[in-house]
């Protein structure tokens, strides 16, 4: 089967006033009133203070999940029938929801759970994310972990593409990679504010969050998803949830993510979100595959695509 894949961009995608675009829909109105419901508060009103959505990663989180699967719904009841699902990040709470695999009002308290828990994290002046930016990204930066993370204090957070990876670790430790990175020729480029996801910083909070995982109410999905933890298209219930499990300590795995997309006949991508985040990290990948961008219920699909991705990717922000 061929057709169209959706994303669903994690911490980067965050705009405020973002889900306001979709409000005039029905069925996207619909999720935003439930995750108000959920919360105990106005959530579109929330999201309208760019601080709240800088200053505050519950309310960022929040957000960028019910936008997400807002904008899904919006295009599903106009007719969109995806072959495939992945969001990165925090995302890929959404694309479960999307899919059918989890209830909204579950992942809505466990995302609002789970950021309270990582405000909790190391902060960002003891530890963060910084991005590996320029070709050979990977090997540099799995050269600078064997050489500056033995302890455990840097790690690969996220495989995003051929010309950006994510690092999370501590100050000290991530000053000594810039060191690297920069003999190497490559960029490394700070994400400030972000917490230190995708690696043994926050495996506190994964094991907080076991009890809340082993309520969630799992269905087989409408749609395969792709997990950030292996990159494999599944609508195997039980290898969605090992790998959501896994999820808060291992490396997101988007560019495989975005290997396996075609794999499962995506011949066009669609990314919900207010400004295009996934879209350049899948066309280092596949510089060909049209993507559209999706950010109201107006936008036509499937529309004209994004530019090619730029020399220097975007950085997806640390997604967590």
């Known amino acids: 089967m061929t057709g169209t894949a959706v994303v669903l961009a994690g911490e980067a995608g965050v705009r405020a006033g973002a889900v306001d675009a979709w409000l005039e829909d029905a069925a996207a109105r619909a999720v935003v009133d439930e995750a108000s419901a959920v919360v105990g508060r106005d959530v579109a009103t929330w999201w309208r203070d760019p601080l709240n959505l800088c200053c505050d990663t519950t309310a960022a989180h929040v957000e960028v999940v019910v936008s997400g699967i807002a904008g899904y719904r919006s295009l599903t009841e106009r007719g969109l029938r995806p072959v495939v699902v992945a969001g990165h990040g925090v995302g890929e709470y959404a694309a479960l929801v999307a899919a059918g695999a989890l209830p909204l009002d579950q992942v809505v308290e466990l995302v609002h759970w789970r950021a309270e828990l990582l405000s909790l994290s190391p902060r960002p002046s003891c530890a963060g994310m910084a991005a590996v930016v320029g070709p050979g990204a990977g090997e540099v930066a799995r050269a600078v972990v064997e050489d500056v993370g ?166 997806t922000g640390g997604e967590t």
Do not use: K, M, Y
Request: net charge negative.
């Open 150 to 315: 033995d302890t455990g204090a840097l790690a690969v957070a996220a495989v995003d593409g051929p010309s950006q990876v994510l690092l999370a670790g501590g100050c000290e430790a991530l000053a000594r990679a810039r060191e690297t990175v920069l003999a190497a020729g490559l960029e490394l480029v700070r994400l400030p504010g972000r917490t230190a996801c995708h690696g043994p910083l926050v495996a506190p909070v994964a094991r907080h969050l076991g009890a809340a995982f082993a309520d969630l109410e799992w269905s087989e999905p409408d749609v395969p998803v792709v997990p950030n933890a292996d990159g494999r298209p599944t609508r195997d219930p039980e290898q969605l949830a090992r790998c959501l499990r896994a999820h808060l300590t291992s490396p997101v795995q988007w560019e495989a993510t975005s290997r396996a997309l075609v794999e499962a006949g995506a011949t066009e991508v669609v990314e919900v979100a207010a400004v295009p985040v996934l879209g350049p990290l899948i066309r280092q990948v596949h510089p060909d595959l049209p993507v559209h961008l999706a950010a109201g219920p107006g936008t036509p699909l499937p529309t004209t695509p994004l530019e090619p991705a730029p020399a220097v990717p975007v950085h």
